[in-house]
């Protein structure tokens, strides 16, 4: 996703993937993931810090770092997002970030 080959990302979702963003946004289409994303910053990138596993639900842990719409910089702001996988398909994804606190 941060390199957006939408294709490659959307070969890694089982059908009925769904993903759930901080103030309880959620969405089905990594489409629709970047249109909503588009207002809210120039880019975006994950730097990974940890993974945890506990059977099929991953944990990651890190921060980011990218450019406000107004192409300010930011980094350093945490996040974790917690994947739900089953046969090898992402099935589910929940997201939580401090992006809201860092731009406030």
Request: charge should be negative; include cysteine; proline fraction near 5%.
């Amino acid at each position: 996703m941060q390199d957006r080959d939408l294709a490659t990302a959307q070969s890694l979702l089982a059908p009925g993937f769904t993903m759930t963003f901080p103030g309880g946004v959620t969405m089905t289409r990594l489409e629709d993931l970047v249109a909503w994303a588009a207002p809210r910053y120039q880019h975006i990138a994950k730097t990974f810090e940890r993974f945890d596993s506990i059977g099929g639900t991953v944990y990651c842990f890190g921060t980011l770092g990218g450019a406000w719409p107004d192409g300010t910089p930011f980094d350093s702001i945490r996040f974790m997002d917690r994947f739900e996988v089953l046969n090898g398909k992402l099935t589910r994804q929940d997201v939580w970030n401090d992006l809201a606190e860092a731009r406030a």
